[in-house]
């Protein structure tokens, strides 16, 4: 497998199969531009942690890294059934600008061999990320497709508690050098995640909305841009609070963010 | 950026905390600020549309170490924790919103460590009923600070009356909000020296109470929920309802009576036709041994046009930290006695903390000491 940016769209087969397609429910158009961000999500946290197996020394955190990289693309797979349901073809890009970035970001730790950086940025920042944006389209999206998303944010919460733990111990030796590279990290990492939860995408097209950019469109399915911000940087503080970054340091790094 | 944290806490006492204060702005201006000077001025200011979508998902947090000096000598070192209660979501739709803010922003004072702590604005009044509600304590003990709010109310009425030449024992006190810790502590402290108490407030049975209990002490007074009731005019008004937004009209009082707005927010209506009236804020005194912060949050979490001046809520926990006193002593609703308001301005007045001057929206409304010009009050107005 490409573990470097490439598509992997063919693995988890997520070509649109018009035989299961149920009739297109009001807003579809929405979720699929809100589905496409998802599994595109997904499958870059598969290339991570793909990526992440390549660098580990210890053979169990090679299988837990690559467990790790099946999860997610069973969340990719699971996301596009859910977009055939209501008849849309959620198309995904890895390559869009703002995930690229992400990638590259990731990649730079991986070619470091830094492990605990790559830990930091999907654990800590690119997980906070989902765990809150799926947890509120979750109560929000119609049937089945809430029901996936809240599904999916649970399971995505649970899996950072083994990260988490590897990180405590890290910071336990040294914590002004683990805050010293969450902050770098920060700075590369959430200023694109910023761009990306910004209200309006002021740089032009994600690459991964279907036409237009969703984001005004979120208000028609009781959502907006502004909530899913707050709610992942909300989840992201919450984060570096169980890692035992001092709030007061941390509240300064979010509030420095581009809007 | 100002002093840097480091020089105001020595490396023998960092990690100690004296100290905590829990406040919320009552602005969106004021909360504009405050995120202005964690963004650093290199970085352009959040546009108010941006700070009021971003500002309600903010956790409670520190924003800024605090080292409160006494004229004793003393030092205390404390932390100022921003509960980030949106300025307009301090009405009674967010109280279980709110409550867990304050919840959030005490589990953090506890963490911290810190040895008594001071609950600012409405902070104290979702809390003072509910001390049950706060979290574990462990080594931490919690205040309202109400008892030295209402000394520099008392305080700030009485000068006010030496001020316009008025003599407090004929004159009629109209405390709005009567039944709040605030309110009932200045009716007491107040009325053996008035003719006559009216006594307003929305809740009925507690004003029954209220009036009884001072009616037993021989005070003449009335009661009513609706200002229009009352038979007589007031010439002394406290205005210490627990109002989320500058909302209070007044109606019938004496047209040059005095009138304390001891609201946080400000409880006067920018509406409120009051052309003869004297009014002035209350509940408001000055650390005179001075008050550094770190960052640099002068006149941004203190937003008064003299320095060092803070809520006496707030002030009550230094007094108290100041002391090495680290004891509840303000807590629940409606236990505020004279002697309690005697006993914590006396402990804040050995540290150097007094009422501080006073002024309203136009201005200082009392003769400055020579260390105020008025320029420098012009020049902190406009910050």
Redesign the interface.
Known sequence: MNTSGGNIERVVGLERSPMECTSAPLNALIWEDVLAQAITGELLAAMNYTSLSEICDDPAEVADALEHAEIERGHAARFAAEARKIGVNAANNVGAKHWKRLREAFLRCVAERDFIGCLIVQEIMLESFAVASYARVGRVAPGSLGKTFSTIAAEEEEHVDHAMAILRAERALDAQRLDDKVYRLHLDVMSTLAQMLA?ECKDGHCEVCHNSCVKPALFDVSLSA?EL???S??QY??ALDMLGV???V???W???LP? | MGDSIASVITPERAGEVDFALIGHQESWRAAADVLAVLRGPERTPLPDDEIKDILPWIPPRTVCHLEAASIAGKKAHGLYIESFIPPDRLGSGYVCENVARVRAAAAYAIQAGAKIVSLGGFSSILIEGNFDQLPERHNTVFTTGNTLTVAFIVQGIEKMCVLQGRDLESSTLLVVGATGDVGSGCARCLAPMVRRVLLNARNVERLHRLGAELQADGVDGEIATDLREFSAEADLVICAASLAAPSLLLGRIAPDAIVCDAGYPKNLSPKAELPGAKVFFGGLGQITGGLRFAPDFRGVLNRHPFPDVVHGCLLEGMALALERRFEPFSQGRGFITRGRVEEIARVAARHGIYRAPLYNGDGPVEQLPAIYSRAHFDRAACS
């Open positions: 209200k502004a911000r707050g709610a940087l909300r503080l919450k001092p709030g007061e941390t509240l300064t979010v509030t420095q809007v």
